[in-house]
């Protein structure tokens, strides 16, 4: 059964999925198999998704590593570390 | 928030900022530090993009200032952080803080920008003449916030 999560993406992860956001309906239990379930779509979603340790993560707004769990309705959000300052 | 947590300004934006406002708004009770941070003129650099994640931006920034607002007796901080287009030599982010004495003023002061660069979430995408790059993060930047043991 799946649960459908809104995914939020920035920077060059944007850019190769190709979109800021969606929902995303998938039997993903955490962050790291929603994340692999989004490789499997293949195309910039591949690319984006090809390696994880590039990639950092936020649930519902507060950064999480990727064994996080997730819920439906929760907002996940993909991104490269940041760079602010 | 307690009641004796100080005045806490915070503004995500778009806007220039005048540093000898933000300097002003922040009191005269003893001690008032400041870092303010510009683009920087590289060559070949155009401008850089900033972007970031509004809602998180927001909270993450509300947490560190209620941080600093913890550890240091604040009278008042201050936190400006531009987003969009900027050319090198323009302003990006101001962090303001006032204490009654000056370490807590300067320590306050430099958590508060160094979490700033390794905790919120934003991006900066180079603007160059033969094409743009999204800005790598620092390995130094996180070994600058870690000193403040957490």
């Not at chain 1, 990639?55 to 993909?78: G, K």
């Not at chain 2, 927001?58 to 009278?75: G, S, T, V, Y």
Request: aromatic residues 8%; proline residues 4%; charged residues 25%.
């Amino acid at each position: 059964m799946g649960r459908a999560v809104n995914v939020l993406y920035f920077a060059w992860v944007r850019q190769k999925t190709g979109t800021s956001g969606e929902t995303v309906e998938a039997d993903a239990a955490t962050v790291r198999a929603l994340a692999e379930h989004l490789r499997a779509r293949g195309g910039g979603y591949a690319e984006a998704f090809a390696d994880l340790a590039r990639l950092r993560a936020a649930v519902n707004q507060e950064h999480v590593p990727f064994d996080a769990a997730i819920a439906a309705d929760d907002e996940i959000a993909f991104f490269p570390p940041v760079t602010g300052g | 928030m307690s009641a004796a947590m100080s005045r806490a300004a915070i503004r995500i934006g778009p806007e220039d900022f005048d540093p000898a406002a933000e300097l002003a708004a922040l009191g005269s009770a003893g001690a008032v530090a400041s870092f303010t941070g510009h683009v920087r003129a590289e060559p070949g650099l155009v401008a850089l993009a900033l972007e970031h994640y509004p809602a998180m931006t927001a909270r993450e920034i509300a947490r560190h200032a209620e941080e600093a607002q913890a550890r240091w007796p604040l009278l008042a901080l201050r936190i400006v952080h531009r987003v969009g287009r900027l050319e090198p030599g323009a302003r990006i982010v101001f962090v303001g803080t006032a204490s009654r004495h000056r370490r807590a003023a300067f320590e306050a002061c430099e958590f508060l920008i160094d979490y700033l660069k390794i905790r919120a979430p934003f991006w900066k995408l180079e603007e160059r003449g033969d094409g743009n790059r999204w800005v790598e993060a620092k390995e130094s930047d996180d070994a600058a916030a870690q000193r403040w043991g957490r």
